[in-house]
């Protein structure tokens, strides 16, 4: 699975309330400033929410379907090279950072009917 060249990325996915009422799943990357991967902190935001979803569940399962769209072998988990420092900025769902260099996009594979235990949305 992993070739020892990366290293597992730290995300979470948790969801916040809005003061209107609705839902927000928000990505988080545990950081590593010191390079002691058994450090856990500071997290720093990836990705949100565009949109607050009306329920708790629904923003949680589109938390987890977002979480999974960073991951290119869902066995492996999601990596990056040793040495690598991801970009800093908050991300919204939908937005990328500019490339550093041209490459091909990884295939995508068709979705397998999964969403990490929380099951399809109705």
């Known amino acids: 699975m992993s070739t020892g060249q990366d290293v597992l990325r730290r995300i979470a996915v948790h969801v916040e309330e809005t003061?209107?009422?609705?839902?927000?799943?928000?990505l988080s990357e545990a950081g590593d400033d010191d390079g002691d991967e058994a450090d856990?902190?500071?997290?720093?935001s990836l990705k949100r929410a565009r949109k607050?979803?009306?329920?708790?569940?629904?923003?949680m399962a589109d938390g987890l379907l977002a979480l999974q769209?960073?991951?290119d072998d869902l066995d492996a988990g999601p990596r990056k090279p040793t040495g690598s420092d991801p970009d800093s900025k908050a991300l919204r769902a939908g937005k990328h950072?500019?490339?550093k260099a041209a490459k091909p996009e990884p295939e995508k594979r068709p979705a397998t009917g999964s969403a990490f235990g929380f099951g399809l949305m109705k």
């Open 40 to 44: 856990e902190g500071p997290w720093r």
């Open 19 to 26: 003061p209107s009422g609705g839902f927000e799943w928000v």
């Open 52 to 59: 607050a979803a009306d329920t708790y569940k629904a923003s």
């Open 97 to 99: 950072p500019a490339r």
């Open 69 to 71: 769209s960073l991951i």
